[in-house]
């Protein structure tokens, strides 16, 4: 059996748009300004994840709130990279605890852009010489 979390999709565009309060015409404006996007079946049908119906419960927050389209896309955009962000923590620091089980006693490792990876007792991680041009948006 499948196991079943937030962002399983489950709920055709009806369902999904009485779950968030909302007309199934407004889900469908949504999806074509990417505010939000469903998966989508063999035959293209919309199909809703429970992280969906939140999304568009929050848009519409947002929007009685006075927040633009495009502001609340932006926001969607932040929270999702945050969520990305805190996945890749929870990654590198599982993949950190079993290295650490690996090798009891073997505390020396480097951590960066590639992930966590363990050195050997006198020696250096490599150093990038890549130059990186960060400018305010």
């Known amino acids: 059996m499948t196991e ?9 565009i009806s369902v999904a748009a009485e779950l ?12 074509r300004l990417g505010l939000v996007s469903p998966s989508r079946t063999a035959g293209q049908s919309r199909r809703y994840t429970m992280r969906n119906v939140a999304q568009l419960r929050e848009i519409a927050r947002l929007s009685t709130e006075g927040v633009s389209l495009e502001g609340i896309k932006r926001i969607l955009e932040l929270e999702n ?14 993949a950190l605890a ?8 073997a505390r020396i490792f480097s951590a960066g852009d590639q992930g966590v990876e363990s050195l050997l007792a006198g020696k250096r991680p490599a150093r990038s010489t890549q130059v990186v041009l960060w400018r305010a948006r």
């Open 4 to 12: 079943l979390d937030e962002n399983t999709p489950l709920f055709v």
């Open 20 to 31: 968030a309060l909302m007309h199934p015409q407004t889900l469908r404006q949504y999806d």
């Open 81 to 94: 990279q945050n969520i990305e962000l805190k996945k890749r923590v929870r990654d590198l620091e599982q």
């Open 98 to 105: 079993n290295e650490m089980l690996n090798r009891p006693g």
